[in-house]
Protein backbone atom coordinates (compact mmCIF):
# COMPACT_ATOMS: atom_id res chain seq x y z
CA UNK A 1 0.00 0.00 0.00
CA UNK A 2 1.13 3.26 -0.75
CA UNK A 3 2.09 5.05 2.43
CA UNK A 4 1.72 9.20 2.81
CA UNK A 5 4.37 10.51 5.05
CA UNK A 6 3.06 14.34 6.71
CA UNK A 7 4.93 16.83 7.95
CA UNK A 8 4.88 18.73 10.22
CA UNK A 9 2.54 16.78 12.69
CA UNK A 10 1.48 20.52 14.55
CA UNK A 11 1.82 23.81 13.61
CA UNK A 12 1.03 26.84 14.65
CA UNK A 13 0.97 30.49 13.41
CA UNK A 14 -0.22 33.86 13.74
CA UNK A 15 -2.91 35.27 11.69
CA UNK A 16 -2.24 36.30 8.67
CA UNK A 17 1.33 34.26 8.67
CA UNK A 18 1.94 31.93 5.40
CA UNK A 19 2.28 28.28 6.45
CA UNK A 20 3.45 24.81 4.23
CA UNK A 21 2.62 21.56 4.82
CA UNK A 22 4.37 18.77 3.26
CA UNK A 23 3.10 15.52 2.03
CA UNK A 24 5.38 12.45 0.74
CA UNK A 25 4.43 9.34 -0.71
CA UNK A 26 6.11 6.14 -0.73
CA UNK A 27 5.63 5.45 -4.61
CA UNK A 28 4.93 7.73 -7.44
CA UNK A 29 0.96 9.26 -7.34
CA UNK A 30 1.28 9.59 -11.41
CA UNK A 31 -1.77 7.38 -12.78
CA UNK A 32 -1.25 5.70 -16.38
CA UNK A 33 -4.19 8.34 -17.67
CA UNK A 34 -1.73 11.40 -17.12
CA UNK A 35 -3.46 12.32 -13.62
CA UNK A 36 -2.35 12.62 -10.53
CA UNK A 37 -4.94 11.57 -7.30
CA UNK A 38 -3.15 13.42 -5.10
CA UNK A 39 -6.19 15.69 -2.75
CA UNK A 40 -6.47 17.85 0.83
CA UNK A 41 -8.67 18.15 2.90
CA UNK A 42 -9.62 20.11 6.19
CA UNK A 43 -11.15 18.56 9.22
CA UNK A 44 -12.77 21.90 11.33
CA UNK A 45 -13.12 20.98 15.02
CA UNK A 46 -16.35 18.65 15.33
CA UNK A 47 -16.92 18.78 11.51
CA UNK A 48 -16.72 16.06 8.76
CA UNK A 49 -13.31 15.89 6.67
CA UNK A 50 -13.78 18.89 3.63
CA UNK A 51 -11.80 18.97 0.04
CA UNK A 52 -9.63 21.47 -0.29
CA UNK A 53 -7.54 20.24 -2.96
CA UNK A 54 -7.80 17.83 -5.60
CA UNK A 55 -5.64 16.69 -8.56
CA UNK A 56 -2.69 18.27 -6.59
CA UNK A 57 -3.52 21.63 -7.51
CA UNK A 58 -7.13 22.20 -8.49
CA UNK A 59 -8.67 24.56 -5.82
CA UNK A 60 -12.24 22.89 -4.96
CA UNK A 61 -15.45 25.24 -5.64
CA UNK A 62 -15.98 27.76 -2.84
CA UNK A 63 -12.48 27.19 -1.54
CA UNK A 64 -10.69 30.23 -0.54
CA UNK A 65 -7.27 30.89 -3.27
CA UNK A 66 -5.18 31.66 0.30
CA UNK A 67 -5.17 27.85 -0.14
CA UNK A 68 -2.61 26.34 -2.82
CA UNK A 69 -1.61 22.91 -3.82
CA UNK A 70 1.52 21.83 -5.86
CA UNK A 71 3.70 19.42 -6.33
CA UNK A 72 4.37 16.17 -8.64
CA UNK A 73 5.52 12.37 -8.58
CA UNK A 74 5.88 11.53 -4.61
CA UNK A 75 6.37 14.93 -3.22
CA UNK A 76 3.43 17.68 -3.02
CA UNK A 77 2.40 20.76 -0.69
CA UNK A 78 -0.23 22.33 0.38
CA UNK A 79 0.27 26.38 1.28
CA UNK A 80 -2.15 28.59 3.15
CA UNK A 81 -1.12 32.51 2.10
CA UNK A 82 -2.24 34.33 5.42
CA UNK A 83 -3.78 31.79 7.70
CA UNK A 84 -7.33 32.66 9.29
CA UNK A 85 -8.93 31.84 12.65
CA UNK A 86 -11.04 29.76 10.45
CA UNK A 87 -8.32 27.54 9.00
CA UNK A 88 -7.74 25.73 12.28
CA UNK A 89 -7.91 22.02 12.37
CA UNK A 90 -6.26 18.86 11.03
CA UNK A 91 -5.32 18.63 7.40
CA UNK A 92 -4.75 15.31 5.59
CA UNK A 93 -3.66 14.51 2.42
CA UNK A 94 -5.11 11.45 0.61
CA UNK A 95 -4.19 9.84 -2.34
CA UNK A 96 -6.50 7.54 -4.94
CA UNK A 97 -4.17 6.75 -7.97
CA UNK A 98 -3.49 3.50 -6.40
CA UNK A 99 -6.17 1.15 -4.35
CA UNK A 100 -6.14 1.08 -1.33
CA UNK A 101 -7.04 4.84 -1.09
CA UNK A 102 -4.40 6.05 1.70
CA UNK A 103 -3.96 8.80 4.42
CA UNK A 104 -1.51 11.26 6.00
CA UNK A 105 -1.48 11.06 9.32
CA UNK A 106 -2.49 14.49 9.53
CA UNK A 107 -1.03 17.86 10.10
CA UNK A 108 -2.93 20.26 13.25
CA UNK A 109 -2.80 23.69 12.62
CA UNK A 110 -3.08 25.82 15.54
CA UNK A 111 -3.50 29.33 15.96
CA UNK A 112 -1.38 31.84 18.00
CA UNK B 1 -26.38 19.72 -3.21
CA UNK B 2 -24.62 16.85 -3.02
CA UNK B 3 -25.61 14.68 -0.16
CA UNK B 4 -24.08 11.70 1.95
CA UNK B 5 -26.34 10.87 4.80
CA UNK B 6 -24.91 8.48 7.05
CA UNK B 7 -27.32 5.97 9.24
CA UNK B 8 -27.47 2.72 11.66
CA UNK B 9 -24.61 3.70 13.99
CA UNK B 10 -25.28 2.45 17.94
CA UNK B 11 -23.87 1.08 20.92
CA UNK B 12 -23.34 -2.62 20.01
CA UNK B 13 -21.77 -5.24 22.17
CA UNK B 14 -18.75 -7.21 21.03
CA UNK B 15 -18.33 -9.92 18.36
CA UNK B 16 -22.45 -8.49 17.28
CA UNK B 17 -22.80 -7.03 14.02
CA UNK B 18 -24.25 -3.74 12.60
CA UNK B 19 -25.33 -2.65 9.44
CA UNK B 20 -24.02 1.02 8.24
CA UNK B 21 -26.27 2.83 5.05
CA UNK B 22 -25.85 6.26 3.39
CA UNK B 23 -28.25 7.45 0.86
CA UNK B 24 -26.70 9.55 -1.56
CA UNK B 25 -28.45 12.36 -3.67
CA UNK B 26 -27.26 15.43 -5.93
CA UNK B 27 -25.07 13.23 -7.72
CA UNK B 28 -24.90 10.44 -10.69
CA UNK B 29 -24.34 7.60 -7.96
CA UNK B 30 -23.48 4.72 -10.28
CA UNK B 31 -20.13 7.17 -11.98
CA UNK B 32 -18.28 6.85 -8.77
CA UNK B 33 -16.63 4.30 -6.75
CA UNK B 34 -17.67 4.98 -3.03
CA UNK B 35 -15.69 4.26 0.39
CA UNK B 36 -16.01 4.06 3.79
CA UNK B 37 -13.45 5.63 6.09
CA UNK B 38 -13.35 5.69 10.21
CA UNK B 39 -11.87 7.91 12.55
CA UNK B 40 -11.86 6.31 16.34
CA UNK B 41 -12.48 9.25 19.14
CA UNK B 42 -9.28 11.93 18.77
CA UNK B 43 -7.13 9.90 15.97
CA UNK B 44 -7.04 10.07 11.58
CA UNK B 45 -8.91 9.02 9.24
CA UNK B 46 -8.34 4.92 8.58
CA UNK B 47 -9.65 3.53 5.08
CA UNK B 48 -11.80 0.93 5.59
CA UNK B 49 -13.36 -0.33 2.22
CA UNK B 50 -14.56 0.49 -1.17
CA UNK B 51 -16.30 -0.01 -3.84
CA UNK B 52 -16.42 0.37 -7.67
CA UNK B 53 -19.10 2.71 -9.48
CA UNK B 54 -20.34 -1.10 -10.72
CA UNK B 55 -20.48 -2.82 -7.11
CA UNK B 56 -18.31 -5.25 -9.24
CA UNK B 57 -15.39 -5.08 -6.84
CA UNK B 58 -14.38 -4.37 -3.61
CA UNK B 59 -11.87 -3.34 -1.48
CA UNK B 60 -10.93 -3.88 2.65
CA UNK B 61 -7.43 -3.43 4.80
CA UNK B 62 -6.30 -6.36 6.70
CA UNK B 63 -8.14 -5.06 9.69
CA UNK B 64 -11.83 -5.39 8.57
CA UNK B 65 -11.20 -7.97 5.58
CA UNK B 66 -13.23 -10.82 6.47
CA UNK B 67 -15.78 -9.28 8.75
CA UNK B 68 -16.90 -6.31 6.79
CA UNK B 69 -18.60 -5.86 3.94
CA UNK B 70 -19.31 -3.30 1.35
CA UNK B 71 -21.92 -3.05 -0.66
CA UNK B 72 -24.42 -1.04 -3.15
CA UNK B 73 -27.55 -0.85 -4.36
CA UNK B 74 -27.19 1.93 -7.64
CA UNK B 75 -30.98 2.28 -8.13
CA UNK B 76 -31.54 3.40 -4.47
CA UNK B 77 -28.61 5.15 -4.87
CA UNK B 78 -27.14 3.33 -1.28
CA UNK B 79 -24.10 2.24 -0.18
CA UNK B 80 -23.96 0.09 2.99
CA UNK B 81 -21.37 -1.42 4.75
CA UNK B 82 -22.49 -4.40 6.85
CA UNK B 83 -20.24 -5.02 9.92
CA UNK B 84 -19.79 -8.62 11.60
CA UNK B 85 -17.49 -9.94 15.02
CA UNK B 86 -17.31 -6.39 15.84
CA UNK B 87 -14.31 -5.06 18.08
CA UNK B 88 -13.64 -2.59 20.62
CA UNK B 89 -11.34 -1.46 18.48
CA UNK B 90 -13.68 -0.66 15.53
CA UNK B 91 -15.07 2.02 17.58
CA UNK B 92 -15.50 5.16 15.46
CA UNK B 93 -17.71 7.63 13.73
CA UNK B 94 -18.13 6.27 10.21
CA UNK B 95 -18.07 8.40 7.25
CA UNK B 96 -19.27 7.66 3.81
CA UNK B 97 -17.34 9.21 0.57
CA UNK B 98 -16.30 9.70 -2.68
CA UNK B 99 -13.49 12.26 -1.29
CA UNK B 100 -14.89 14.89 -2.91
CA UNK B 101 -17.65 15.09 -0.93
CA UNK B 102 -18.41 13.65 2.89
CA UNK B 103 -21.36 12.28 4.86
CA UNK B 104 -21.46 14.08 8.89
CA UNK B 105 -20.54 10.37 9.96
CA UNK B 106 -22.67 7.91 12.40
CA UNK B 107 -20.91 7.00 15.71
CA UNK B 108 -20.38 2.87 16.10
CA UNK B 109 -19.56 2.06 20.03
CA UNK B 110 -18.33 -1.46 20.23
CA UNK B 111 -18.32 -1.93 24.22
CA UNK B 112 -19.89 -4.48 26.70
Known amino acids: DVVLTQTPPTLSATIGQSVSISCRSS???????????LNWLLQRPGQPPQLLIY???RLESGVPNRFSGSGSGTDFTLKISGVEAEDLGVYYC?????????FGSGTKLEIK | EVQLVETGGGLVQPGRSLKLSCVASGFTFNNYWMSWTRQAPGKGLEWVASITNSGGSTYYPDSVKGRFTISRDNAQNTLYLQMNSLRSEDTATYYC?????WGQGTLVTVSS
Open chain 1, 27 to 37: QSLLHSNGNTY
Open chain 1, 55 to 57: LVS
Open chain 2, 97 to 101: TRIRD
Open chain 1, 94 to 102: VQSTHAPLT
